[in-house]
């Protein structure tokens, strides 16, 4: 699948590329950005720059920088992973670098990305997962219109508590409702 570059109002989606690789290093880095995802994941600088270089080329996912119009700096990405065409079905998952949250820049990422799985690639469902602790990003999602589809229970850690993990959805009639109202 060709990786697409969608523009949006403020931002510009593109593929991840190399050079993305120190906004990357730096984004998880940031111990809020892992805790509020869950990433316990601890990466080296050479996977990183491995990952930035050959993500674009991976099947089954859509890796995406996020950037402002009018320039060409990594704020975060946004990925629509594990794309079934089959069961026509995907993940999205978001993250934004520090100085980046509350801009609205996620908002309107997620919204490009729900019109290039439904529109572009023609799934009828994109879920994700949030974790509990994650109040705002789970508000987003909501708005959005993603419904919420189930709770693991103390699936996750936030530090040395527990903390669960909510799955969410979007079907592709409400992704159109949403649009229409």
Known sequence: ???PTLEGEMIRLRPVRATDADAMWEMVQDPQSNRLTG???VFTRPEIDAWCAGVSARDGRVDLAVTANGSDEYLGEIVLKEIDEVVSSA???LVMRPAYRGRGYGTEAIALVLGLAFDGI???RVGLDVLSINT???AIYENIGF???GRLRD???DGERWCDVIAMGLLEDEFRAAQLG
């Open 1 to 3: 699948m060709e990786k």
């Open 136 to 138: 705002r990003a789970r």
């Open 91 to 93: 993940n999205i998952r």
């Open 155 to 157: 699936a996750a850690r």
């Open 39 to 41: 990433t316990t994941a």
């Open 122 to 124: 023609g799934l009828h």
């Open 147 to 149: 419904q919420v589809e």
